[in-house]
């Protein structure tokens, strides 16, 4: 039933399907009008690789900000994902649809996995309930956006192997452990959103596997020798990002550990609250009621289990235990991104298994209630069922219209409505004194370039921070801005650097 029902969203996710964010920049390298001509089809997901001359070439053309820095990097191992992308474009070139026909298939096959995974580890109501809690959930609304297909394709792998890896170590199923392995090889091809996945095999031999230690760390000693040889790659190669939200574990583990607690707490409460992620980068200046909100939930949902825990069978509590402190586990490879509800895809894998322990054992022992501890569990049980039986497959059905509302139809409307004269356009440059949000700022210029519109000789945005501009105009060829009460994210870059690009100092 939860397969046919991820088919079904996936299917309904088809009329809306669009090209945004980043698609713009992987397309156009694909079709080969973008100025980043070093990449490859192996390579989509690496946005600058830190090379200055690279760097100052898309900056030249307007393509990166004037404000990042010339080792500006943002560059992930996702070759898996990236060839997968190559292939839709060969098959159906610029039409968006064939696109999410791929995306959905991952997407009925992480169901699929996870349903696996669930029939081992709870075969009961409460693995059933968790199946169809996540297979519905509205968080899964942000796929719809294909560049974010690496972490579904991720999830996909991951959580079949996974299921592989409980089979052997349950069964004594041999092949389970080869599979296991190769699976998760697999996973991390396709994205680093796969240490995600492996965090639940690491909580499953913490806390569930049969044996004693010795052989728990036999059992896990292959899939730590793969993680052990992805992050040793990663840091040689020089991946990972610096700016734009990221913060980098491996380059700057301090601010990450500082920044962990705030960031895991808003995670998880976005978990529990069916999503509302993207809030923490749209409203900045909302994160440390974010964060307590997300703190409150967290505590909430912790009573909550506590209250029903002793209800359930020795068999449910060793099931959900593994799993739900693996989605604990699951959201700390996010914590230094910039969130979004793409982050709580993975998470949501145990964090349905909580959801669903909590609803079950409460609509069978808690009701109807009886005395105030009771009220206050049905209470809080209610409102997690409105959340994410009712409320969630509606957002599921809205998001896809959403989403294309806001990165896409709105700058295909800002394209259509800016004056610009074709004849004289490639011989001026454009100025963009402000843009309202980064979507409007950073992503004109990949779709002009991937729909073949007029170009001028530059495309610059100077700003678009979240705050208000001051601008001032000291000569005839030079502008003063301030940021009153803001700045930019500026990525490698100090106060006092000089900027120089082709037609443009700072």
Known sequence: MAVLLAALLGLAELPF????????????????????????????????????????????????????????????????????LAADHAMWGLWPVGYRLQGACWFIALVAGLGLVLRRALPGPIGTLALIVFAISGIHGSLFWNAARHIVIAGALGTIALAAHVRWRETGWRSGRVLSVVGFALS???????????????????CSAPGDSKERWRAVSPALGLLAAYLAMFQLTGLGAVGGGYVDPLRAPVAFLVQLPARWLFLIGAVIGGGGADLWILRPDLRSALTLLGGALVVAVALLLRMVWASGSDEERRGSCWLIAGAAAAAIPFAGTPIGSRCLVLPMLGGSVAIAFVLQRWWTVLRPPRGVRCKVVSA?????????????????????????????????????????????????????????????????FFFRTLYRLPMPRSWRTLSWAPCPHRFTRTSADTLELVLVDGQLDAPGLAVGDVVALDGMRA
């Open 188 to 206: 991390l091809a396709a994205s680093e959103a796969a240490l995600a996945v492996l965090a639940y095999l690491f909580a499953y031999e913490a």
């Open 380 to 444: 809080g049980c209610v409102l997690l069922a409105v959340i994410h039986l009712g409320i969630a497959p509606l957002a599921r059905l809205a998001s896809p219209y959403v989403m294309r509302e806001v990165m896409h139809e709105r700058l295909v409307t800002a394209m259509q409505q800016v004056e610009l004269d074709p004849e004289r356009l490639a011989r001026q440059r454009v100025v963009v004194l402000r843009a309202p949000d980064f979507i409007m700022g950073l992503h004109p």
């Open 17 to 84: 399907a669009a090209f945004m964010a980043d698609d713009l920049f992987q397309l156009g390298a694909l079709e080969g009008v973008s100025p980043c001509t070093w990449l490859g089809p192996w390579r989509l997901y690496t946005i600058s690789d830190g090379v200055p001359e690279h760097v100052r070439a898309m900056q030249d053309a307007g393509a990166f900000p004037w404000f990042f820095g010339p080792d500006f990097n943002m560059a992930f191992f996702r070759p898996l994902s990236s060839a997968l």
